[in-house]
């Protein structure tokens, strides 16, 4: 198990940031153990992913590390509510994703859609982007100030020059156990839940 926070930052930067932009094919899929249920594999998980704060569409802050990964599974994707391009099948597809999760999600598994666009997607934008596809308690839609966006978007590979060149990675993370990889946000809904439930087994 990884356990300082530079090797746990080259883990990640190996494992999460390659990403096709949207619409091309998913990228490979690939593994990382990244943190880990002990206690210093979490610190590092924690300085990692930091606690930087973001607004949710509810217009709650949140830290990023505390409030929305520890303790649970998350599948982590980026959008933008003006997009006229793949954000919407993206969303919509996970909107299946939740449905078939059922009562897990919200509880064990978390949804978090981060916007790459900060300045016009305020949590009253994203609260109607969300209401369209019906997002349920789990499903958390995040902007913020545009530095910690940003800043957070970095830690994930998701940071781009422009809204419209995002990538459409689907990062899949159990953060008990440290274990990561990424897929694509429009892969078939069944198989994104099958490799939310095994994502801890071997290779």
Known sequence: MRRGALLLAAALALAL?????????????TRARIGGASTSADAAAAAYFTDTE???QDGRPRR????????RKV????AFTSCKGACPTMTANLARVQALLGKRA???????TITVDPVNDTPKVLKQFAAKFNAGDGWRFLTG?????????GRLGGLTK???????????????TGM????????????????????????
Do not use: M
């Open 64 to 71: 990023f590390y505390t409030d929305l990964l520890r303790g």
């Open 162 to 176: 422009k809204p419209e060149e995002h990538t459409s990675t689907l990062l899949i993370g159990d953060t008990t």
């Open 17 to 29: 940031p390659a990403a096709s932009p949207a619409g091309e094919p998913a990228p490979d899929r």
């Open 75 to 78: 599948l982590i994707h980026f």
């Open 145 to 153: 100030t545009p530095q910690n966006v940003e800043k957070v978007l």
């Open 54 to 56: 973001l607004i949710d």
């Open 180 to 203: 990561w990889l990424k897929t694509t946000a429009t892969e078939r809904p069944e198989t994104i839940v099958r490799l939310v439930d095994h994502i801890n087994d071997a290779p």
């Open 106 to 112: 919200g509880k064990e598994i978390a949804i978090l």
